[in-house]
């Protein structure tokens, strides 16, 4: 159980497109979704948190404008690259946490998605 | 503000000898700590993790690690390295709230060499 999907699993783009990814919960309700960012040979940086129904709490330096984040329902978040450029080619990984019995939620990482814009 | 500190970017063993990995935290509280393991170009999987209880903690594929609270560490050992463990591994620290989020050291590369 509790496992994450991410699709596309890659893309690639032109400058000044924008790229939506997609996150899903597959076998529980996810109350939080959080999207990482990871350049290369880099540790994961969280972006924002987001909770079903509610808007995204983005972490500092995060453009809220260029990478807006959906979180409808309680199986599925959505993180759209706006207008992207180069500089925005990276891995992007989710996390979603549901309602644990321990007091503690479990984060369950998707399979990432590797971002190219040329 | 929490932070995690793992020295190094590469450690090297080989096939059948002991695994160390370090790791380091800074919290103002006692938080809660994991480690992850990440394969090329994949997501990350969970090895183990401390809330509660015992400080030995037990995970996956035969990871152990150890909370030590008066040296702020929580490294991770294997007693038998196998080549499937060659991968990037990273110490986490999160809040003890239910949905807190997770700050990641820069990560360590491990190699195995037959």
């Known amino acids: 159980g509790a496992v994450v999907s991410q699709h596309p699993s890659w893309v690639i783009c032109k400058s000044g497109t924008s790229v939506k990814i997609e996150c899903r919960s597959l076998d529980f309700q996810a109350t939080t979704m959080f999207w990482y960012r990871q350049f290369p040979k880099q540790s994961l940086m969280l972006m924002a948190t987001?909770?079903?129904?509610?808007?995204?709490?983005?972490e500092q330096g995060v453009e809220k404008d260029k990478f807006l984040i959906n979180h409808a329902s309680l199986t599925l978040s959505t993180l759209t690259v706006t207008s992207a450029h180069p500089e925005d080619s990276s891995f992007y990984i989710c996390s979603a946490s549901g309602q644990g019995t321990s007091g503690y939620n479990e984060q369950f990482f998707g399979p990432g998605t590797r971002l190219t814009v040329l | 503000a929490q932070s995690v500190t793992q020295l190094g970017s590469h450690v090297s063993v080989s096939e059948g000898a002991l695994v160390l990995l370090r790791c380091n935290y800074s919290s103002s509280v006692p938080p809660y700590l994991f480690w992850y393991v990440q394969y090329p170009n994949q997501g990350l999987q969970l090895l183990l993790k401390y809330t509660t209880g015992a400080t030995l903690v037990k995970g996956i594929n035969g990871f152990e690690a150890e909370f030590k609270k008066s040296e702020t560490s929580f490294h991770l050992t294997k007693p038998s390295a196998h080549m499937s463990d060659a991968a990037e591994y990273f110490c986490a620290v999160s809040d003890r709230g239910a949905n807190s989020k997770l700050t990641f050291g820069k990560g360590i590369t491990l190699s195995v060499r037959p």
């Open positions: 987001s909770n079903e129904g509610s808007k995204a709490t983005y």
